[in-house]
Each structure stands twice: as structure tokens, then as C-alpha cells.
């Protein structure tokens, strides 16, 4: 009998272990599922970001997340600016004749008007109010910068503080 009862407890702890095990699994899920959307707010306001300092005039934003188009999940986010558009709309226009043909501008394929590439790649988080994002801008051969948005959370949602750019485009040559 004791061998039995012995056998019972230990069926019962073992469940229980599993239950636990089960409950932490989850528990990282529903971590990586919230990250996964921070991780989105925090791109989001890079790219609002982007557009809210953009200086020359465009027809189109043309967004990128980590290089790639963006997808028309995160471009939902961007209803209220019909400008807004993955980067497969546009197009780097180039100018001249046979092999001399250099790259030139970015267009917007459908109205052949001048746009912007934006990428709010990598994230980086620095603390849990806190995170780092690799992009940058692409307008034209001599008009590009690729740097580190260093972004925070207040009351107010995620804000950008401010761009450190790594690399540039330049009159002095690329660097």
C-alpha cells in the first residue's frame, strides 16, 4: 500500500510541475505577444517621428520595417496620413543614358512624384520606458542618413528624443 500511495503523490507532483511549467510558458508568451506590441508603438513613433521632421516637399512616405516593405498590419496605424506607403510603392528613379544611368531620386510608382524611404528597423530596448531603433532616411543618391532614434515612454505614449546619425550622405562624399 505504501508503494501505492507513494506512487500517487508523486503522479500528483509531477502534474503539478507540469501545470507550473505550462503557466510559465504562457506567461512568456503573453511577455513576447506585449513586447511584440511595444515593439510596433516604438516603430510607430519613429516613423510619425520621421515624417514630422521630413524638411523637403513629397508626395509619398514610403516605409520600411528592418528593410523590408512594411506590412499593411503596421500601415493601419497611419489612416490619418494617406501619404504613407510601403516601400514597394516607390521607386529609385535614375537618370541618364545606357550604363551611365545613375541613381537619381525616389518616386511614388503610381503618381511618378517625388517620396521618401523610411526604415525603423532593429529595437534595442534600453530599459522598460526605453528603446533604441536602427533607420534612417533615402531620398536620392546624395540625400541619406542612417543613424539611431533613441525613443522614450511617458504618459503621453512612446516619443522620439531625438536622431544620432551614424552615417550621411555629403558634399565631401559619402561617408
Excluded at 550604363?99 to 530596448?125: E, H, I, L, N, Y
Aim: aromatic content about 10%.
Amino acid at each position: 500500500m505504501t508503494g501505492s500511495l507513494g506512487m500517487r503523490v508523486g503522479t500528483k507532483i509531477a502534474g503539478l510541475a507540469l501545470l507550473a511549467i505550462a503557466a510559465a510558458q504562457l506567461t512568456v508568451l503573453a511577455q513576447d505577444r506585449n513586447r511584440e506590441a511595444e515593439t510596433a508603438d516604438v516603430r510607430e513613433a519613429v516613423v510619425r517621428y520621421q515624417i514630422k521632421t521630413w524638411y523637403l516637399s513629397v508626395d509619398s512616405y514610403c516605409v520600411s520595417v528592418n528593410r523590408r516593405s512594411a506590412r499593411r498590419e503596421f500601415l493601419e496605424r497611419f489612416v490619418d496620413s494617406p501619404k504613407v506607403k510601403p516601400s514597394s510603392a516607390c521607386i529609385e528613379a535614375r537618370r541618364g543614358f545606357g550604363r551611365a544611368r545613375m541613381p537619381s531620386w525616389v518616386s511614388d510608382k503610381q503618381t511618378g512624384q517625388p517620396a521618401v524611404m523610411f526604415d525603423a528597423g532593429a529595437v534595442r530596448w534600453v530599459g522598460d520606458n526605453a528603446a533604441e531603433v536602427k533607420g534612417g532616411y533615402y531620398c536620392a543618391y546624395r540625400c541619406w542618413a542612417g543613424g539611431v532614434y533613441h525613443v522614450v515612454r511617458d504618459e503621453n505614449g512612446w516619443t522620439v528624443l531625438d536622431f544620432t546619425i551614424e552615417r550621411q550622405s555629403g558634399a565631401d562624399g559619402d561617408r
